[in-house]
């Protein structure tokens, strides 16, 4: 009989710590058929990081007083997949780990605590006008930045703006909403707006890291980018683009100073490569550590398990652009998009590929996701799958050439196999390319690139932003829609009324799964080695698919 003896870390009752006296036989995957679907638009109701007061807004819950603590020692290696292309938050996008740099080094104006909510940071009060076009914070007074200068309204003016340069690749919503930025007093900062957006401040938790405007204009974007300058709990100090990171506890630093001095970051692709070095201890956590190679490490002593789950999901999304589809591509048909809905069994993916660290998606919005529909499902139903094929004009099935899926994720290369299969048996025939994410750029710009399978989350904790980047023809990312959710997306997206715009964001939600616009296949829990000898907990922001809080980490 095997015996686990599972932590709970702090007061946090998604983050488990589970350290192993035995082991486990990974579950089996069986073929576990699903109910008719049925929609239910939930009423509107508070999510993490969604705002809930009446306009204008109340301020959010101030951040915790520092907690006292010894002077930071020793040092802990992270392996991660990737790492940003620039240090420079300002002008890339970021996405997946990359944002484990971003966060260590950078501070915001606001950010979420450990149950997810939003509360001030370097901001500490602010108030919105009742129109919701005008947004103001008092800053943080006595902060500096690494380098020794004072952080004011200036910086944070010159930090937004950045995201308005030409050569800027930020992936930053607002940037098409923001009008301009005031500096009303040294600290004091006024958002002026084009159009309302209700979660403007959920931005600005992960999409504008506060940077230092002498400096930059001093050394220029270039050096800025090999050696950037926050003034966040870690500060930088070597930077060896697409290898590792190397930073240092900020001692000085107003928040939540680390405890361990050193920090590396180091580029593992290979998931296999980065277990291997956390039993051999040339790394002390690990992230995307895959399900079928969890049982091995909760069987090795001295190591130990912290697992989540997120608002990441694995979804395929269309080209419905003419470029790519023309005006006749099968999935321009809403029975083939469902019929290769109804073909997958998630249930029996989720146990297979996930060992049950996950849940069957239907749409890209996890239910604690403010704008999120519960109850919908995509039944596992081939019957009903060839049905549909025939009711499009494909009795005999339909070969939809190659798709792409991007690499990086734990599951992705084995469950592009499964879904083949799926497809194959009831007449579906579609073939699998595996790419570089960094490769599709060119692709998506063209807008004609093939369906992709890729993995999305909300770090907003709230729908619009996925839809603004995703659903909306004018978007970063909207090269698979010719913007027929586009009036949807825009209503909701003005609407200040809370109750009144999560109803308008549910109905988005619920068009777009009516018409399978998307393929959705299951959410995964975010799951990461440590080692348990030199690591005592992590305190995580609950639902957040990226790892941040790296302060937080506390010494064995």
């Not at 930059?216 to 060896?240: N, Q």
């Amino acid at each position: 009989m095997v015996n686990w003896k599972r932590l709970w870390i702090w007061a946090s009752p998604l983050v488990v710590l589970a350290v192993a006296c035995g082991g486990a036989a990974a579950p089996t995957a069986t073929a576990a058929s699903q109910p008719a679907s049925t929609a239910t638009a939930v009423p509107p109701t508070a999510a993490p990081g969604q705002p809930t007061a009446t306009r204008p807004l109340a301020q959010p819950t101030a951040a915790a007083t520092p907690v006292a603590m010894t002077k930071p020692e020793g040092s802990i290696t992270l392996a991660v997949s990737v790492l940003p292309s620039s240090v420079d938050h300002g002008l890339v996008c970021c996405g997946g780990n990359e944002y484990v740099f971003n966060y260590a080094h950078y501070d915001r104006l606001l950010k979420r605590d450990f149950k997810g909510k939003l509360v001030n940071s370097l901001a500490t009060e602010w108030s919105v006008t009742p129109d919701g076009l005008h947004y103001t914070f008092k800053i943080r007074q006595g902060v500096k930045f690494h380098n020794g200068e004072d952080l004011s309204a200036e910086d944070v003016q010159h930090a937004e703006m950045r995201h308005f340069q030409p050569n800027s690749r930020s992936n930053n919503p607002p940037r098409t909403k923001v009008d301009t930025v005031d500096v009303v007093d040294p600290y004091t900062v006024r958002f002026n707006l084009k159009a309302p957006v209700f979660i403007f401040p959920n931005y600005l938790d992960y999409l504008l890291g506060i940077t230092p405007k002498d400096y930059i204009t001093k050394v220029g974007d270039d050096e800025f980018g090999r050696r950037a300058i926050g003034s966040g709990p870690f500060k930088l100090k070597e930077y060896k683009v697409a290898q590792e990171i190397s930073l240092e506890a900020n001692e000085g630093y107003w928040g939540k100073v680390p405890e361990f001095k050193d920090l590396r970051l180091l580029v593992v692709p290979e998931a296999g490569t980065r277990v291997a070095m956390l039993k051999t201890g040339q790394a002390d956590m690990v992230t995307e550590l895959p399900p079928f190679l969890i049982e091995g490490v909760e069987k090795t002593t001295g190591l130990g398990v912290i697992s989540t789950p997120t608002s990441e999901v694995q979804v395929i999304f269309f080209n419905y652009m003419p470029q790519y589809a023309g005006t006749d591509h099968p999935t321009l048909k809403k029975d083939v998009r469902w019929a290769l809905n109804l073909a997958i069994d998630r249930e029996a993916m989720v146990k297979a590929f996930l060992r049950g660290r996950g849940r069957p998606a239907a749409t890209e919005t996890a239910d604690f996701i403010n704008g999120a529909v519960t109850g919908l499902k995509y039944a596992y139903d081939p019957a009903e799958a060839k049905k549909r094929l025939a009711a499009a004009g494909f009795p005999n099935g339909v070969d939809l050439g190659t798709w792409f899926y991007t690499t990086g994720t734990a599951t992705m290369d084995e469950a592009s196999v499964a879904l083949s299969q799926y497809w194959n048996a009831v007449g579906i025939k579609v073939q699998w390319q595996r790419v570089d994410a960094g490769s599709t750029t060119a692709l998506v710009n063209s807008k004609t690139i093939p369906p992709r399978e890729i993995n999305d989350s909300i770090t907003t904790f709230d729908a619009e932003s996925d839809l603004a980047l995703f659903w909306h023809s004018t978007a970063v990312f909207s090269a698979f829609y010719n913007g027929k959710h586009d009036a949807l997306i825009n209503g909701a997206s003005a609407e200040m009324d809370p109750a009144v715009r999560t109803q308008k964001l549910q109905k988005v939600i619920q068009a777009i799964y009516d018409e399978a616009d998307s393929i959705p296949v299951y959410f995964l829990d975010k799951v990461y080695g440590i080692n348990t000898k030199k690591i005592s907990g992590w305190e995580y922001v609950e639902g957040f698919a990226f790892p941040r809080n790296l302060e937080y980490i506390h010494r064995r």
